[in-house]
């Protein structure tokens, strides 16, 4: 059902197939179950290289950032401007510009190096 649901965003922008949507829902909560799921894509042979790269890329990029934004932000929420969840949303976003941005990277100056994928 993922894979179905979650190729026709994630192919567009981010390159990689919709089977890799729950490993990447669950690097939301946790860091290491979010690596788990992945590891055990790329060693079924589900991802390639590149993809493998591209989701790392949005993986390392805020892992595990709700339970790190609730446990060890909360102590500054009552001196917050802005209500509690833009921040938590902009690190959402630079997420996927951060993956975007690894994608491009990957695609243009690195391309030899995926070319037998």
Do not use: C
């Amino acid at each position: 059902a993922a894979h179905k649901l979650l190729t026709p965003l994630l192919r567009p922008v981010l390159g990689i197939p919709g089977l890799t949507g729950l490993a990447m829902i669950t690097d939301l909560q946790s860091t290491d179950a979010g690596a788990a799921l992945t590891k055990e894509l790329s060693d079924n042979k589900q991802i390639t290289k590149l993809e493998l790269v591209i989701m790392s890329a949005w993986q390392y990029s805020g892992a595990g950032m709700i339970n790190n934004y609730f446990a060890i932000g909360s102590a500054l929420f009552a001196s917050l401007t802005v209500p509690v969840l833009l921040p938590l949303g902009l690190i959402f976003i630079f997420k996927f510009i951060g993956a975007i941005g690894a994608r491009l990277v990957l695609t243009t100056v690195y391309k030899k190096d995926f070319i037998n994928e």
